[in-house]
């Protein structure tokens, strides 16, 4: 399995708090991406990075910011938590640094976050 | 921009009986395809991909999917199925050009197999 760590793995957290998740990553990937999962839904991606500060938008990113300081670590901010919010979230890393293409994602083990 | 479809939200099927769970795909461009299988309470794995040559892809467990370019299709096959298939399964799509690597999924198909 991919090294893709996300913490924490479970919270539970007020209507307009601020909420950080993190991805860790250990396999020097250059590409990482937050998606959240409904039912119903599938999978819809949230933001992703290309590189170190080099991130963009994607399809649901209204309320979410992303940071990547660093090659491993990818994190999601949701400024002001609101009930719609209440996903599960997953990080996924995709094609290696070492110049290796590949087109698939691996992923993380999820984080579940409730929003009261 | 893509879009996929997976037309059945769930399959209930027999241990032993075969299944087929159905994907099509909408694309202007030049597309890969995926199926991811997620287990409860876990992440999502890749099960099988194309990117180019053979139409027929294969995974290491028994499944099977083929691509249909002028039907837009990418439907998962199993011939004989087992309890420990139980999950669900998402199809996915990528632009085959650009760098973005982004993934758009189907909103997954439950499949459970019955003893």
């Known amino acids: 399995d991919a090294g893709i760590t996300q913490s924490p793995r479970h919270k539970v957290t007020e209507t307009g708090t601020p909420v950080t998740l993190r991805c860790h990553q250990t396999?020097?990937?250059?590409?990482m991406y937050w998606y959240r999962q409904d039912p119903g839904h599938g999978l819809r991606l949230i933001h992703y990075?290309?590189?170190?500060?080099?991130?963009d938008k994607g399809e649901v990113s209204d309320g979410y910011s992303v940071s990547r300081s660093k090659t491993e670590d990818f994190l999601l901010t949701l400024e002001s938590a609101t009930s719609s919010q209440t996903s599960v979230y997953f990080c996924?890393?995709?094609?290696?640094?070492?110049?290796?293409?590949?087109?698939?994602?691996?992923f993380g083990p999820g984080t579940r976050l409730t929003v009261t | 921009a893509q879009s996929v479809t997976q037309l059945d939200s769930q399959v209930p099927v027999f241990e032993e009986a075969p299944v087929e769970l159905r994907c099509n795909y909408s694309?202007?461009?030049?597309?890969?395809l995926f199926w991811y299988v997620q287990y409860p309470n876990q992440g999502l794995q890749l099960l099988l991909k194309?990117?180019?040559?053979?139409?027929l892809v294969e995974s290491i467990n028994g499944f099977e999917a083929e691509f249909n370019k002028s039907q837009t299709s990418f439907h998962l096959r199993k011939p004989s199925v087992h309890i420990s298939d139980t999950a669900e399964y998402f199809c996915?799509?990528?632009?085959?050009?650009?760098?973005?690597?982004?993934?758009?999924f189907g909103s997954g198909t439950q499949l459970t197999v019955l003893p």
């Open positions: 996924a890393i995709s094609e290696s640094a070492a110049g290796l293409i590949s087109y698939e994602q691996y």
């Open positions: 396999e020097n990937h250059r590409y």
């Open positions: 990075s290309y590189g170190v500060k080099d991130t």
């Open positions: 694309s202007s461009v030049s597309v890969y």
């Open positions: 194309y990117l180019s040559g053979s139409t």
């Open positions: 996915a799509v990528s632009k085959a050009s650009g760098s973005a690597r982004q993934l758009t």
